[in-house]
């Protein structure tokens, strides 16, 4: 894989609610003007939000790369907080560490992570306790729904 | 499939923003207080019922491609919801019956649910 057509990073604060989804709000648009497909826009988007929800609950702070290339589209979650001890745990749906007011506003019913493998071609995550967690989707622009 | 305008009709609702897309169609609808949920297994162009008023329903709404919002059981939602659905263009409806009911009416109506609609993709 070359160079990206286009890239951009985004910084995301751990607990601020307020701008949650900002970040996914601004790749969707990205990508739409990007000419994207639309049904890879809404998975991409879809996956962006679940990740940038899961570094606002759980992190300090992270930052969210979209890469563009030609064939593809690359979403780069990276973040510095408490990291995931099973990560096999963790993928299973309905599994979450999420705190109630979380779960108040909506979120932390153990979907996330299994959410986001749905809707990327490709899905690598990468985890270490005290360290950070770091997860890596592809979704191709001609690949499967 | 129903309207806007129809749907506010059935639900006997006002409209809080989005006035001018009354007479878009709506293919289905979902219930859910769970963003999760709505994330995992929603269709776009859904018409979401919600009795959550946080900034992360019209969030949810946005990256979901999702149609419209009613907010059941009178509740108003908070105002940065409502900067943020009239800046990403999405109607937000407010009715004062409750979510079994709200949902009930519609789907007499004919407004299916997500898993029993055909998968439409629009431009």
Known sequence: ?145 | MLTLAEVCEVLDASVLTGETSLQMTVYTACGADLMSDVLAFTKERTLLLTGLTNLQVIRTADVSDLSAIVFVRGKVPQSDLIEVARERKIPLLLTRYPMYEACGLLYQKGLKGCSSAPVMHHG
């Open chain 1, 1 to 145: 894989m070359g160079e990206p057509v286009l890239s951009v990073v985004f910084e995301l604060i751990g607990g601020d609610f307020s701008l949650a989804g900002d970040a996914s709000s601004r790749v969707k648009r990205i990508l739409q003007q990007a000419g994207i497909p639309a049904p890879v826009v809404r998975r991409a988007a879809i996956a962006a939000y679940e990740a940038e929800m899961n570094v606002i609950i759980h992190a300090d702070g992270g930052t969210m790369r979209l890469e563009i290339h030609p064939d593809e589209t690359r979403l780069t979650v990276a973040d510095q907080g408490p990291g995931i001890a099973d990560v096999g745990q963790a993928m299973q749906e309905g599994y979450s560490t999420a705190p109630d007011y979380v779960r108040e506003m909506g979120f932390g019913a153990g979907m996330g992570l299994p959410n986001m493998r749905k809707c990327a071609d490709r899905f690598d995550i990468v985890s270490a306790v005290g360290e950070g967690t770091r997860i890596e989707m592809v979704f191709r622009h001609n690949g499967p729904a």
